[in-house]
């Protein structure tokens, strides 16, 4: 069975730190890009970075450039994101995505039930 | 503001037909680049629903269906169920900016 499964949210101060991770299954991870998706209370579907199936090209909405990482690790079948100098305007349930291929182009056709964050004091 | 435009809701009893748009512009829909929907439910994964403007995955009812024609899409749904409530997302690729997957800002469909 194909599937993505995140780990790694929780609840963080403003400031701080979280490292997600999503580990695929089920398909051949190295061969295509992925994605990590987000949705804030109450807003709808937020794309937030994306990677190629190499690891060599990453792309950041300007919400989280300078402040978030994408990364893969292709041996393991494990995507990250690690997130710092996090603020309130990060909380969100954060997906991670198979693009359909091995460019962003593509479709996200498998997802992952999501994890949360949640900044606050 | 969304880089792709979507109206916020829509409604239709059952077993009646709704549209859903999906307004782009030259540089991502325009340009010719796909587009894809996506259904989702509170508390759950999206699932893809349209792919490549007008492709079901397996698994989708052929009561969905898509299409694409200049700069904007739609996604039309057939003889409306209770189980379609949701909410309705288009996504593009739009070559232009340096985050090139961009979303519309969602479609609560409600079904009366």
């Known amino acids: 069975e194909v599937q993505l499964l995140e780990s790694g949210g929780g609840l963080v101060q403003p400031g701080g730190s979280l490292r997600l991770s999503c580990v695929a299954s089920g398909f051949s991870f190295s061969i295509y890009a992925m994605s990590w998706v987000r949705q804030a209370p109450g807003k709808g579907l937020e794309w937030v970075s994306g990677i190629s199936e190499s690891g060599d090209t990453t792309y950041y909405a300007d919400s989280v450039r300078g402040r978030f990482t994408i990364s893969r690790d292709n041996s393991k079948n494990t995507l990250y994101l690690q997130m710092n100098n996090l603020g309130a305007e990060d909380t969100a349930v954060y997906y991670c995505?198979?693009?359909?291929?091995?460019?962003?182009?593509?479709?996200?056709?498998?997802w992952g039930q999501g994890t949360t964050v949640t900044v606050s004091s | 503001q969304s880089v792709l435009t979507q109206p916020p809701s829509v409604s239709g009893a059952p077993g009646q037909r709704v549209t859903i748009s999906c307004t782009g512009s030259?540089?991502?829909?325009?340009?010719?680049?796909?587009v894809h929907w996506y259904q989702h439910l509170p508390g759950t994964a999206p699932k893809l629903l349209i792919y490549?403007?007008?492709n079901r995955p397996s698994g989708v009812p052929d009561r969905f269906s898509g299409s694409k024609s200049g700069t904007s899409a739609s996604l039309a749904i057939t003889g409306l169920q209770a189980e379609d409530e949701a909410d309705y997302y288009c996504?593009?690729?739009?070559?232009?900016?340096?985050?090139?997957?961009?979303f519309g800002g969602g479609t609560m469909l409600t079904v009366l």
């Open positions: 995505a198979k693009q359909d291929g091995s460019s962003h182009y593509y479709s996200m056709d498998v």
């Open positions: 996504q593009s690729y739009d070559s232009s900016l340096s985050a090139p997957v961009v």
């Open positions: 030259s540089s991502n829909i325009g340009a010719g680049y796909d």
């Open positions: 490549g403007n007008n």
